[in-house]
């Protein structure tokens, strides 16, 4: 242990009274070091235990990684914000988490503070100590830290955004920030592998975000050394290019060393100078869970080696050593751990186990429905659309009306002039991120590969729109961190064909945040993303849809409009709600003819899962959205000319929440329905569709439901087969007439 080096600069405040200190720490702070360390220990063995015995489910533990889980939260401060990983038991401990909590989650308690019963033992998550809610995916934790810090910083930079509003996601929101506030990102050394903590890396570094990344390196992951993970078998070699870093490098099993590094590296965060890296080496004494046996591939020799350097045993040699206590006050302080655990698990055993009713609890926001009247407004100008009573289109003005992409465009300024937390970024969203070329009118600016958000920048200023990397993770992993924060990110992901690198930040994270903490946290955000084909060229990579993926997703909203008004109203409703929503904007209809509008105002809203009757009709169902609405339209005008068939005409425009009183009202009418959608047939969004029409409408159909969509390959290149793959009118057109007579 260090007793000898102490940096003078730690020792100032204790000079007075001249009491012995080491690193700053006091005597008592080491006492209190060891009760937290041999508690975190002491939890785990009780977990093991109750595992054994099958009264809990699930058992991973952070024994040997307790000292320098006690040194970061000695080092930080209650108001700093904290991505802990499992292994942080004792950081959680001393930042006030209590060990019943700890067993609540354990047992699975409705009671359980982290989740309610919904994850497993040490996923934390604890709102009052800005312990942010935790998963099981290594890594994802990383990025979302990121935008934490980012988010943090902004507030303090425009404190007036952090008010509360009525009416909107921003009622439901507590802010809360410091100035100098710092964020506690933890990892595993095999987790350095995942790409997101390369992302993070990066951005904390080129941002100089006040972000702390401490490395907890135990020289396995699972069954695998680090020198298989990790070029060389160091990180911190590896990553010592990044400018703006503080680095440290630390023997993470001994508290006072790792408290001194802490210091030095929250120092540096707080002075502004950027982000942190402490890399510190520990032991795993335990296997990597229970559900492994290190035994098979470790040898004794090795583990011995690790026992050795136990924080446990050695932080209470130490304070033998240095006299702070005796053995009896070791033996006091271990007994009233032991007696307190004792009833504490006694106690978590007896806590009621959440109901089975309860497992729809806050997959959405509890507090405000986007599909309620309160998101349901009329657009300042009449629409010149077809009206739901089919009363026809009303005269078109042209030099009034609107494309898609221009009402999307003056959605988000309308709504970041209204709401300070909007902000956006993504890839080219800015107009030019070297602004001094836009202040001296050097140029005109970009504003997205797509002009989406053009001018958005000039207006609203850099911090407000801004270009983010190449990294789809990247900007959807930031995003959920600002969100949980109370920003409320409206980030662009290009091409749908390029939203992959985010799925796991998709699926994993982003939706299932309020529902894995039990409402504890939440992440309301908006993705717009460019989708869809019939570009004449587009090709397999710039054409494809696959909406269902995401609709599959319980917790995600997903909407997809056809037309401009619809867009603006919709957007809107997204901007305002308190849920993430997935925005899907198709490419060809950004600046079609078809469903152009006026600008509606800056309070247009659509609700959510209310679909729209582009045409009325008696004979025939058809329900789609997107770029088909169109070319079903197309199709079902020429029928009615041509055949004196009636169709019915639904745009879904939301798929998740979906209308299924509109579908059903309107199939109980006709009889019979054809779904028409864009992506390829098989597992497609129809699928759905039908097979509830199928089990719920049966005894109202004439005729079998029917689908037409894409061809089951990817879309091609040249227009001859892009016109063979994606469904056109002429397709639309032959479905509905064999519908029609069968
Ligand atoms: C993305 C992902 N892949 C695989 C796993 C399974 N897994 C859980 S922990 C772990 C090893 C992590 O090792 P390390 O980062 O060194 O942390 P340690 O457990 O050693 O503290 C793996 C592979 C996972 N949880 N997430
Ligand atoms: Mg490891």
């Given amino acids: 242990m260090a007793t000898t080096k102490v940096d003078p600069k730690l020792n100032e405040n204790n000079t007075a009274k001249k009491a012995k200190t080491y690193q700053g720490l006091t005597t008592q702070q080491l006492i209190d070091a060891y ?12 977990e093991i235990l109750l595992k054994r015995q099958q009264k809990i489910f699930f058992q991973i533990s952070g024994a040997g990684h307790e000292a320098i889980g006690v040194a970061a939260a000695f080092a930080l401060k209650a108001s700093d914000w904290f991505y802990p990983y499992y292994r942080d038991r004792a950081l959680c401990l001393a930042l006030g988490a209590t060990p019943y909590e700890m067993l609540l989650q354990g047992v699975g308690a409705a009671d359980d503070p982290s989740s309610g019963g919904r994850q497993m033992p040490s996923h934390w998550a604890y709102q009052r100590l800005n312990i942010v809610t935790q998963s099981s995916p290594t890594g994802t934790q990383i990025l979302q830290a990121i935008g934490c810090a980012e988010a943090g910083r902004y507030f303090a930079k425009y404190p007036k955004a952090a008010q509360k509003a009525e009416g909107d996601y921003r009622q439901f929101k507590d802010v809360q920030f410091q100035g100098d506030e710092i964020t506690y990102v933890s990892l595993g050394d095999g987790t350095t592998s995942e790409g997101e903590f390369w992302e993070a890396l990066n951005t904390a570094s080129n941002r100089r975000l006040p972000v702390m990344f401490c490395v907890q390196d135990n020289e396995y992951a699972i069954s695998v050394p680090v020198e298989v993970q990790t070029s ?16 440290e490098e630390v023997d993470g099993t001994d508290p006072v060393i790792a408290y001194a590094a802490f210091k030095r590296a929250a120092d540096h ?6 982000p942190a890296f402490v890399h510190a080496h520990v032991i795993r004494p335990y296997s990597h869970s229970l559900s492994d046996d290190e035994r ?7 583990r011995q080696a690790d026992a050795a350097r ?10 033998l050593r240095e006299g702070i206590l005796d053995e009896k006050g070791i033996n006091k302080i271990e007994k009233e751990i032991e007696e307190q655990l004792q009833a504490d698990a006694d106690r978590a055993l007896e806590a009621a186990p ?30 010149p659309d077809t009206a739901a009573d089919g009363k026809g289109p009303a005269a078109p003005n042209k030099s009034l009306n609107k494309t898609m992409a221009d009402l999307i465009n003056t959605t988000l300024r309308d709504e970041m002039r209204r709401d300070e937390r909007v902000v956006i970024f993504g890839e080219d969203v800015a107009d030019c991120s070297r602004e001094e070329y836009l202040k001296q009118k050097l140029v005109k600016g970009k504003g997205g590969v797509f002009k989406l958000t053009a001018g958005l920048q000039s207006q609203f200023g850099s911090d407000r729109v801004f270009n983010s990397p190449i990294a789809e993770a990247n900007i959807v992993g930031r995003a959920t961190g600002m969100a949980t924060r109370g920003l409320k990110p409206v980030v662009e992901i290009q091409f749908f064909d390029y939203i992959w690198p985010a799925m796991m930040q998709l699926r994993d994270e982003l939706p299932i945040i309020r529902w894995r903490s039990n409402n504890a946290f939440s992440a309301p955000l908006v993705i717009r993303v460019a989708i869809g084909g019939y570009l004449t060229g587009g090709a397999i990579y710039h054409s494809q849809c696959g909406e269902s993926i995401f609709t599959h997703i319980p917790g995600l909203r997903v909407v997809f409009p056809s037309n401009a008004l619809d867009a603006a109203g919709l957007l809107r409703t997204a901007i305002r709600c308190d849920d993430p929503v997935l925005f899907l904007e198709h490419k060809r209809l950004y600046r079609e003819t078809y469903g152009r509008a006026p600008y509606p105002g800056p309070d247009y809203m659509v609700p959510f899962g209310k679909a729209k009757v582009v045409q ?39 798929l998740n929440p979906f209308d299924w009183d509109a579908i059903a009202a309107s199939v109980k009418k006709t009889n019979r329905a054809l779904i028409a959608y864009e992506d390829s047939l098989s597992w497609g969004y129809g699928a759905e569709i039908a097979a509830r029409i199928a089990d719920k409408l049966f005894h109202h159909l004439d005729a ?38 069968f």
């Avoid at 990180?235 to 503080?246: A, E, K, Q, Y």
């Avoid at 965060?269 to 950027?274: E, F, L, P, T």
């Avoid at 969509?709 to 040249?718: G, M, P």
């Fill in 35 to 46: 009760r937290i360390m041999f508690t975190s220990r002491r939890v785990d063995d009780r």
């Fill in 232 to 247: 060389g078998g160091n990180i911190s070699r590896l990553v010592s290019g990044f400018p703006n870093f503080h680095f």
């Fill in 269 to 274: 965060c707080r002075a502004g100078h950027g």
């Fill in 296 to 302: 098979l591939y470790r040898p004794d020799s090795e």
């Fill in 310 to 319: 136990d924080p446990v045993p050695r932080l209470q040699m130490f304070l």
């Fill in 354 to 383: 959440p109901q089975p009713e309860t497992i729809y609890d806050f997959v959405y926001s509890p507090a405000l429905d986007p599909t309620s009247a309160q998101f349901d407004t009329r657009p300042a100008v009449a629409a």
């Fill in 616 to 654: 009325p009709g008696t004979d025939l169902t058809v329900i789609t959205y997107g770029a088909v609405v169109p070319r079903a339209l197309q199709a079902a005008q020429k029928l009615e000319r041509e055949h004196r068939v009636s169709v019915e005409l639904i745009d879904l425009r939301c």
């Fill in 704 to 741: 079998p439901v029917k689908r037409v969509a894409a061809t089951d390959t990817f879309v091609a290149y040249q227009p001859i087969l892009e016109n063979a793959i994606l469904p056109q009118a002429a397709d639309l057109f032959r479905a509905m007439k064999e519908l029609a007579e």
